[in-house]
């Protein structure tokens, strides 16, 4: 085997830190004029291929992909700064990509560049829809373990941990596959500044959707974004028998 | 915790009749510090969030300087710099930081480690360290060591640079400043400190006032006098600058309590028969006053940036709270008394930021004249110090409590306002030479 050549692909949102509000007319968050930065699950991504490549695994090149506004190219440089080593940018301004429309980006993006490893964040945190990984996985047809949260690879076989309930889970499978990324499998690095100015310099090509042939429409509507009701304060009760008939008159047991 | 730490709301979107829970902090990719609840947040809204990131006249290069260094300062919440404060103790942790990621480099040569940036990107280095809540106390602890060694870029030699501005770059050694001395004050050609040379040494005797980070930095940046005032041809003749082991079994060195910014040190230094190795001299002897001319301009604009920072912060504060509390039945930001101020504080902050950026932006085209630079600093001095003490009159009674950081942000505001230059002498500048008036003293 020649060496990994890995796809992460990268999606700009609204910064993690930010609260979210729903625009005026109740269709969507808020976007405009908010702090947006790299979904934090990608940045798992890049740092877990970044680390593979300084633990030695044999790393032919790390490539970065985003879909999006041009603003994303931010991103793909921030992917960079971290350590990847190309970008690709697809620019679309107008049309919100939906999860099967990216993984069958993806999938071509993986067969023009032949890849043999995506790394994938679980969800990104502006619609969390936890589908890109697993639907990219079925396009190709290639084996998958989601929400990593330790991965080895030693030859061409993979070894991957996650966490599910009650214990760790830890998967085998071989090349090529797709792995997605959950929070405890590392902590990402901050891009050094020397590095910020490297990436500047490394390549970044700019697509559009045209050069893919992909059906993006939507399949899905929105129907209404609203804001959660207040949270309501709690009532203080004397003792456990107080309890007990409190959660009676709620109807709780 | 009270007023403006409230959890993040947990935005639920619904889609018909699914949920999608945008709970945010739960994707907190960091583990979460005890000093980083994830209950508190990070301003957020307008002029209310930090950072404004659509400032729309920031070139790339400055937009991902504040990107990035905004992220590391997120890791330091204003909790952080008060209890530092509070307890008047210093912390090496944000330089550790931001030399492990090369920041301490960006104006200096890539020869040695730097990235070679402008004036530019440093003053939005350092707007962005005060703006997050760490004010003078965050940017003090790093200043120094951003633009302090210029004059060591332009005139020290090439064994010099390698030998000094390589371990600071790296963050292994930290440098102090000390020209201002006690019976001078502004007077700086008055200096009465002096050096003698003697074989290859050189032996200093005198005093400075005022030397910043003095308790624990490795080397200083002074400047003295080798040849008396009354032996030179002009007053800017015969003061020498050297960059040397700051030898505490030589100088005493004696902190200053003072209003603000009690975790940063500033002392007053005595030495009597300092022996200072004649190599550690900068450039020709008798010259060292034209070369801490050298970069004077850049420095003032970047103190003006970081008075701009605690400006915004404080201001940042003051609008959340104002929106927040409620009075009277009443939003207390709602009275025009409390809202217009604020409003005027936001255009005052802005105007100054514009001419600290010109200033930036001229230095790094090689011009040399300091009327931006030293008015950008007053400018942005003053909107700082108003900001932040109407952040305190917004919050009554709690502005007065150390909980809600923005009493510690005024007492740091004074500090821009006094040094590296006053006010008084700035307007003297401005009058001088911009307006042609005879000098005034
Ligand atoms: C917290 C802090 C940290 C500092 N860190 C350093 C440091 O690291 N290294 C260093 O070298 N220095 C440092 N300084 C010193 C600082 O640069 C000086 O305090 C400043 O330059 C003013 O000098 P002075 O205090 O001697 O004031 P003085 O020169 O005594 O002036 C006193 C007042 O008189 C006014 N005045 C004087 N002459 C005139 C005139 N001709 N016309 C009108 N008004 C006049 C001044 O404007 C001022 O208001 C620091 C100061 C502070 C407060």
């Known amino acids: 085997m020649s060496g990994l050549r890995i796809l992460v692909p990268v999606k700009r949102v609204i910064d993690y830190a930010i609260k979210p509000r729903v625009n005026k007319a109740g269709t969507a968050v808020e976007t405009n004029g908010v702090k947006h930065s790299m979904n934090p699950f990608d940045e ?50 107008k049309i919100e990509l939906e999860p099967l429309g990216v993984a069958k980006l993806l999938k071509q993006v993986v067969e023009k560049e032949n890849r043999n490893l995506v790394i994938l964040g679980k969800q990104s945190i502006d619609d969390d829809a936890g589908q890109t990984g697993q639907m990219l996985a079925g396009l190709l047809g290639w084996p998958q373990a989601t929400q990593a949260s330790k991965v080895t690879i030693e030859g061409e076989q993979c070894t991957v941990t996650r966490e599910v309930d009650g214990g760790v889970e830890t998967l085998k499978a071989k090349l090529p596959m797709i792995i997605t990324t ?29 050069d893919y042939d992909v059906d ?31 959660l009676k008159e709620l109807g709780a047991i | 915790m009270r007023g403006i730490y409230h959890s993040f709301a947990n935005l639920v979107v619904r889609v018909g009749q699914r949920n999608i829970g945008l709970q945010r902090q739960a994707w907190r ?16 809204g307008q002029a209310t969030e930090y950072l404004q990131m659509s400032d729309p006249d920031l070139t790339e290069s400055q937009r991902t300087v504040r990107e990035a260094i905004s992220k590391i300062c997120s890791k330091y919440p204003d909790e952080y ?15 550790a930081d931001l030399a492990r990621d090369g920041w301490l480099g960006i104006c200096l040569p890539q020869k040695y480690g730097g990235s070679e940036l402008g004036i530019s990107e440093a003053t939005v280095m350092m707007q ?22 210029e004059p060591i870029v332009k005139f020290a030699t090439e064994e010099q640079k390698e030998r000094w501005l390589v371990p600071v770059i790296q963050g292994k050694e930290r440098s102090c400043f000390g020209v201002t001395e006690p019976n001078t004050g502004l007077d700086t050609l008055k200096l009465q400190s002096t050096a003698t040379r003697d074989g290859d040494h050189y032996i200093l005797k005198g005093q400075k006032i005022w030397t910043s980070t003095a308790q624990t930095a490795e080397k200083i940046l002074i400047l003295v006098r080798t040849t008396p005032l009354d032996k030179v041809e002009k007053p800017t003749h015969g003061l020498s600058l050297f960059y040397t082991d700051l030898d505490r079994s030589a100088v005493q060195v004696t902190e200053i309590l003072k ?89 005052k902050l802005e105007a100054a930021r514009l001419m600290l950026y010109q200033a930036a932006r001229l230095y790094d085209e090689g011009y040399a004249a300091g009327e931006f ?69």
């Open chain 1, 44 to 93: 798992l991504s890049i740092e877990q291929a970044v680390r593979l490549r300084e633990a030695k695994v044999p790393v032919e090149d790390i490539l970065v992909f985003s879909a999006g506004p041009t603003k994303s190219q931010e991103t793909i440089r921030t992917a960079m700064a971290m350590g990847a080593d190309r970008g690709i940018h697809v620019v679309e301004e």
């Open chain 1, 182 to 210: 959950d929070l405890r499998l590392n902590e990402p690095r901050y891009a050094s500044l020397p590095n910020i100015m490297k990436a500047k310099k490394k390549p970044l090509e700019k697509k559009t959707l045209a």
């Open chain 1, 216 to 246: 993006v429409s939507k399949r899905m509507k929105t129907v209404k974004v609203i804001e959660p009701p207040p949270r309501q304060g709690g009532g203080k009760v004397d003792d456990v028998d107080g309890m007990i008939s409190k």
């Open chain 2, 29 to 44: 990719p960091f583990p979460i510090t005890a000093s980083l609840q994830p209950t508190r947040r990070h301003a957020h």
């Open chain 2, 81 to 95: 710099w008060m209890e530092l404060d509070n307890a008047g103790k210093f912390s090496l942790d944000l330089h």
């Open chain 2, 128 to 149: 962005t360290i005060s703006e997050s809540g760490g004010g003078m106390t965050a940017a003090s602890s790093v200043h120094m060591n951003i633009f302090g060694l």
């Open chain 2, 259 to 347: 209003m603000g910014r009690a975790s940063v040190d500033s002392n007053s230094l005595f030495f009597d028969g300092w022996k200072v190795p004649a190599e550690d001299l900068i450039g020709e002897e008798g010259n060292g006053f034209k070369m801490i001319m050298q970069g004077m301009n850049a420095e003032r604009v970047l103190v003006g940036a970081e008075a701009l920072g605690l400006g915004f912060a404080a201001l940042r504060r003051a609008a959340i709270y104002a929106k927040e509390r409620v009075v009277f039945g009443r939003q207390i930001g709602k009275n025009q008394g409390i809202q217009h101020p604020l409003a005027e504080s936001w255009m």
């Open chain 2, 373 to 441: 630079a030293n008015a950008g600093k007053y400018l942005a001095a003053e909107a700082a110090f108003e900001a932040a003490e109407r952040a305190v009159m917004v919050h009554g009674g709690m502005g007065y409590a150390k909980e809600y950081h923005v009493e510690r942000y005024c007492r740091e505001a004074m500090l821009p306002r006094l040094a590296p230059v006053s006010r008084e002498m700035i307007f003297n500048y401005i009058g001088e030479r911009v307006l042609g008036l005879p000098r005034s003293y």
